[in-house]
């Protein structure tokens, strides 16, 4: 039986972009973070040391948004990595990551990556 954490909608400014001004003038991201992990102790005991605080995985999330990366996918995999490093009970992280009007032709709500990474062995 899996039990989930999840943080939604998560607004960023930041700066991450292979074309120099994307590093200057920066947009918005918006990332959805899914984790799973045993949240069974936390249902019967309502001790916050007994799970995984979301207030820390979002403090995780924004640190690592905050430094300048050229790809998304490199951004996301540090931010998985920092997650597991700093919660290695969770068994599986799924991170999409959306940049705000990209610089790219047309209209378009956003353009971005989703990583996914099970822990079990």
Do not use: C
Request: aromatic residues 10%; proline residues 3%; negative net charge.
């Amino acid at each position: 039986m899996t039990s989930k954490i999840f943080l939604d909608d998560i607004k960023i400014y930041a700066y991450h972009g292979v074309l120099p001004e994307e590093n200057i003038i920066g947009t918005y991201y918006i990332l959805n973070v899914e984790v799973h992990a045993d949240l069974w102790t936390a249902a019967a005991s309502d001790d916050l040391n007994d799970t995984i605080s979301y207030a820390d995985i979002n403090d995780i999330i924004h640190e690592e948004m905050h430094i300048k990366s050229q790809l998304l996918e490199h951004v996301g995999g540090r931010i998985i990595s920092s997650i597991h490093q700093s919660f290695p009970q969770i068994s599986y992280i799924k991170l999409r990551i959306t940049k705000t009007f990209p610089p790219m032709r047309g209209e378009m709500k956003g353009a971005g990556i989703e990583l996914e990474k099970s822990f079990i062995s």
